[in-house]
């Protein structure tokens, strides 16, 4: 591996570039270690630019074998050529056939970015700056070509042959044993969204009537065998298609819709135009190996790539650090779908949880980034929570702040006036802006300013004028290179309930910016007050989760259990008892470090029976209710001195005394309805509340649990009942988990999407002896370093879901995850770059922790010969 310098990029030198690639014609030959690819470029001279001006195209790590030009050889006195260079000294005036004849070795190409092969298929992944290992070309999102792909493989190794567009063309070659694909996209496209699959796949199709009445052919492409297992993902796509159509006027636009499951992936799953290529794991879908919450996931992300067509193919980005304006817009729209399929409260209260787990942590270390970036060295360390899933909150805020009717035309505007076109976010605002009239100035900062606002709370009623004033005050932490910000425009919904639990009419002053239930925050600091208000209220606040920020409110206990009981707001009544059980575990874990007895509160451990025993709530609901607060979480609120070990045994101690306390209706909120296998959301809810009841009688471990848990694991009828068991088991060390471990590796050994939960349950163990067997799992013969899938299942969840063994007082836990780091980033330093990471918040720890973490970065950082990826991530984490 080549030891890089790498120079920041940076988004104020921002250029066109000198030539445009109107079309161009790929010829790929597939072998497994010598593929040709001959690539015929049309370019064009940009009107800005002096003749004779050079051309510089993008490699990495390419083997040039010929350049022409308009059908002649180059002179190689005009050309520079390098792996990562191809330079024409002075190019032709005029529009010019550039011929460029690369070899690949698809077999060799362990990064996964490229062309590479996945279980013997041919699969490409060019996003973010792929396409370049494939041939030279000006790999950037402005550049957009037509594309025309003809593919050859022999017969026997890819009788399957996928390329982007409309299929126009296939064939023998007569007296060989190879044929051909030709495929034709219609639509300009930038080269991250080129891709190819060549295979012995088997094909599971379905058709689907646009509103339009235009037929398109739908295809998911999967190993043999797993054809069974894409009904799923079928449904989703269709129903994908549909909402798209009813929820944004938008339309399919090719003959055929494409999707093809591959083992190895670096990541979720990619947009490709019209073949998108998926992580299996988001595409397979069998009650025997795929929990309820991967259904969900599928779900989403079927909708999120088929979502993508819109918006980031016929509309992308005119270069990477507007990299949210498709994937903020794009998960937006994907939440939307899942809301409207399934629970809108429960579906918001997962994306918040998910948001607080990874985008705060993220953006309050030294990882910390604008949504929109302004530099980098490395752009695949910028597919992160920040751009993706803070990128989803701004544009919510944005439909919360104009309004649905508003938001609507703004986007319509967007599509009708940037359709085919690489654009910027400045671009996108401006339309809705226009759309309703108003100005975006300053709601722009939240795409240039990183970190969590802060809002501190200040509540005042007077009985006498039967008035209430709310202060509202916002700040960000100061963060490596942003020490100043200016304040943000931030909508806060509220209510004000009433001693009966009902909303009281909200009468806001005409000085206050009120409206309807919203505030919209501008200042720094500013007031709301509201009339007419006739006994203190209790006020909830930022409902639906309005705005990405962090609450400072010292609201009372009395108060919080309140809302917990009676808020209208459904995700306000989730987050006070989260608040409720925030503030107890952050007192017990300050006892458990002073070796204090951890004696719960006693009132919070009661209302939690209140959950249990509301059967008026969605059990899905009560689910999340009973999901304390993540160990991750409480380490997040606490922000500096954090001694996991201590965290760990609050958060124990605190279910341990619901499940004790609860015992009897926690035994009866456990059982199954005994119903047919069903993943709909309904069946999902009551199979949550069941087994979150589990998992408190799990910790309680009174006489019989053990046994109640093995039973459950030995006659699961499906996933979710039975890896929930199989985790209760063996992260509460309880009698029988070896037993079902063995029983789970008997079962499934040959389907990995099921091993890869095996893995992942023994690598979250919070235990001490989990240590040892979890990097005596390194050596086991199912463990496969190569596959980013399971790699992510043992040493990822290790570094990211078990918090006492990662961050463990001895300093194991780091070295391993850094050993770790080492080994795969020679291979794949994409995957070794995530998972370093992992160590994002290690300045947070206390102290011993933290110099033990900053020990393991320091040997990282030492070593000379680091990726790009991985050096990018070390330093930044050492800043
Ligand atoms: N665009 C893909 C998505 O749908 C993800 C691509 C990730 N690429 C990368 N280099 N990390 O979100
Ligand atoms: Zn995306």
Known sequence: MRSETAVAIRLEDYAPAPYRISKLFLDVKLAPQATVVTAELHIERGNATKAGTPLELDGDGLELEGVQIDGFPADPAAITATPDKLVLHSPPADPFVLTIRTRVNPEANTQLMGLYRSSGTYCTQCEAEGFRRITYFLDRPDILSVYTTRIEARKSDAPILLGNGNPSEAGDIPGTDRHYAIWHDPFPKPSYLFALVGGDLAAVRDTFTTSSGRSVDLAIYVEHGRENWCDWAMDSLKRSMRWDEETFGLEYDLDVFNIVAVSDFNMGAMENKGLNIFNDKYVLADPQTAT??????????????????????????????QLCL?????????????????????KRISDVRLLKAHQFPEDAGPLA????????REINNFYTATVYEKGAEVVRMLKTLLGPDSFRAGMDLYFQRHDGE??????????????????????????????????????????????LRLTLSQSIPPLPGQDETDPNVIPVRFGLLGEDGKDMDLVPTPASDVSGDMMVLKQRTQTFTLQNVQARP?????????????????????????????????????????????????????????????????????????????????????????????????????????????????RQALRKAIGLQHHSALIGAAQLDGEAFSP?????????????????????????????????????????????????????????????????????????????????????????????????????????????????????????????????????????????????????????????TSFRSWRALEENRAALAKQALLRISAEDDLSRDTRDIVDRCLQ
């Not at 498709?326 to 429960?346: A, C, H, I, W, Y």
């Not at 309703?436 to 509540?459: H, N």
Request: contains cysteine.
């Open 680 to 836: 709909d959301a309904a069946a999902a809810g009551q199979r949550a509340f069941a087994n979150r009841a589990l998992s408190l009688l799990a910790v309680a471990d009174e006489p019989g649990t053990a046994e109640l848990l093995k039973t459950r694991f030995d006659m699961a009828t499906n996933m979710t009942d039975r890896i929930s068991a199989l985790l209760m088991l063996v992260h509460n060390g309880l009698h029988g988990s070896e037993a079902a471990l063995a029983a789970f590796l008997n079962r499934f050994q040959d389907t990995s999407l099921a091993m890869d939960k095996w893995f992942m349950v023994q690598a979250t163990a919070p235990k001490e002896d989990a240590f040892d067997r979890i990097t005596a799992l390194t050596a086991h013969p199912l463990f496969d370093k190569t596959n980013p899938n399971r790699l992510r299942s043992l040493v990822q969840s290790f570094a990211t879901g078990n918090p006492t063994q990662f961050s463990h007082a001895s300093g194991r836990g780091f070295d391993f995850v850094a050993d770790m780091v080492l080994e795969i980033d020679n291979r794949n330093p994409q995957v070794a770059s995530r998972l370093l």
């Open 369 to 376: 980034h604008p949504v929109r970036p302004r530099t980098y």
């Open 538 to 650: 209790v006020l909830s606040l930022l409902r639906r989760f309005s705005a990405p920020v962090r609450l400072d409110f010292d609201q009372s206990k009395q108060d919080l259990l309140f809302l917990a009981q009676r808020d209208s707001d459904p995700f306000n009544r989730w987050q006070a008892t989260q608040t409720l059980a925030t503030r107890e575990l952050i007192r017990l874990a300050g006892d458990a470090r002073q070796d204090k007895a951890l004696l719960p509160d006693v009132k919070l451990v009661d209302a939690f029976g209140e959950t249990i025993s509301d059967t008026t709530l969605d059990p899905a609901f009560r689910a999340q209710t009973l999901d304390l607060p993540s160990e991750a979480d409480i380490a997040r609120d606490l922000g500096k001195d954090v001694d996991p070990d201590a965290i760990h045994a609050a």
């Open 326 to 346: 498709k994937e903020g817009l794009t998960v937006f729209r994907d939440q939307e779908f899942s809301s409207d399929m399934r629970s809108r409260p429960v």
């Open 292 to 321: 309820d919450q991967d259904y969900a996931n599928v779900e989403a992300v079927i909708a999120h790539e088929y979502f993508h067509n819109w918006t980031g193919n016929r509309i992308t980005c005119r270069d990477w650090f």
């Open 422 to 467: 690489a654009t910027t976010i400045e671009a996108f605002l401006a339309c809705f802006a226009e759309a309703a009239g108003t100005d975006l100035d300053q709601f722009a900062l939240w795409y240039e300013q990183a970190g969590t606002p802060l809002i501190k709370v200040d509540c005042t009623y007077s009985e006498e004028n039967q008035e």
